[in-house]
């Protein structure tokens, strides 16, 4: 039991440092898997243990960024005619606006996901598809970087963001959810800099688009391996509730540190993280 708990413990540091860094959470975790395997679980649970590990790392966005999140606020308000007053919950200025453009967003990669999970599971959860997929955005990531100084930045906010604009990044988020190894921060950080995004509310904007895609994706893992007829043991519980608490410590260290990092330094260290990264598992699994 030490040892599964230990195994959980690893892909929860994992799934924390890459979910939030443009280097794949997906694709570290098919490759984890491939090289340190769960013995005492079903191969249903850890299909669904993959993605729903997710929820620590998602509670790690809220708790950094409620105040942002939370939409609504107390007012109060002076009761016309009387002398008294009452509390009204209100949205808070500019909030329905930024959920109206996260949830639109999400749209795109919502009906994929739905429409092609399986399809998506069978075809490229496999360490060449996501090798591939390493290297191909890692090099996108270093040439979009060298020519960033002949575009120039034009939305500095997310309040700035136009829908076009907002719809156009969800369609590149889209390519991660079919792509696992593109990564979902880094497919739609790529999308927002194209667009003129800033590198900070690109980076901010993702980690919002996170919690209910990631949600989404995590209840939609844990409903299909319901409706199968699983049911998760004592060892399952404690392998899943291990990997999620860790998950959530590890985010909120990297969130802070990335937010930290872009504004004084670019996404190339990334690029060529990932093409290293892709170039070894092909090497590794040919050799």
């Given amino acids: 039991m030490i040892i599964e708990v230990l195994k959980a413990i690893l892909f929860g540091v994992v799934e924390g440092i890459t979910e939030w860094l443009p280097v794949s ?10 090289w340190v395997h769960f013995t005492k679980v079903s191969d249903e649970f850890w299909k669904m243990f993959e993605v729903v590990i997710q929820l620590g790392a998602i509670l790690a966005v809220v708790v950094i960024f409620w105040e942002k999140l939370w939409p609504w606020r107390i007012k109060n308000v002076k009761v016309k005619g009387k002398m008294a007053i009452e509390e009204k919950v209100v949205f808070k200025d500019g ?31 496999h360490p060449i598809p996501v090798a591939i997929a390493l290297i191909v955005v890692g090099i996108l990531f270093i040439v979009i970087e060298a020519t960033s100084g002949k575009r120039a930045v034009k939305i500095h906010s997310i309040q700035e963001m136009s829908y076009p604009v907002v719809l156009l990044i969800g369609v590149a988020q889209t390519i991660a959810a079919v792509f696992p190894g593109t990564s979902r921060s880094g497919a739609t950080i790529i999308g927002a800099l194209l667009l003129g995004v800033s590198r900070e509310v690109a980076a901010e904007f993702t980690f919002f688009l996170a919690v209910p895609v990631m ?15 699983m049911s998760m043991g004592g060892m399952e519980w404690v392998i899943l509730l ?26 190339k260290i990334f690029g060529g993280y990932r093409i290293l990264l892709g170039i070894l598992v092909i090497a590794l699994l040919h050799g």
């Fill in 215 to 229: 949600f989404g994706a995590s209840l939609l893992k844990a409903v299909k391996y319901m409706v199968k007829g």
């Fill in 95 to 125: 909030a329905l606006d930024m959920w109206c453009k996260i949830i639109l967003a999400c749209i795109p990669a919502a009906v994929v996901g739905l429409a092609l999970d399986d399809w998506i599971d069978r075809m490229f959860y």
């Fill in 242 to 267: 291990t990997g999620c608490v860790v998950a959530f410590a590890v985010s909120i260290i990297i969130i802070n540190f990335l937010m930290g990092y872009i504004k004084k330094h670019d996404f």
């Fill in 25 to 34: 959470s997906t694709g570290h975790m098919i490759l984890l898997e491939n």
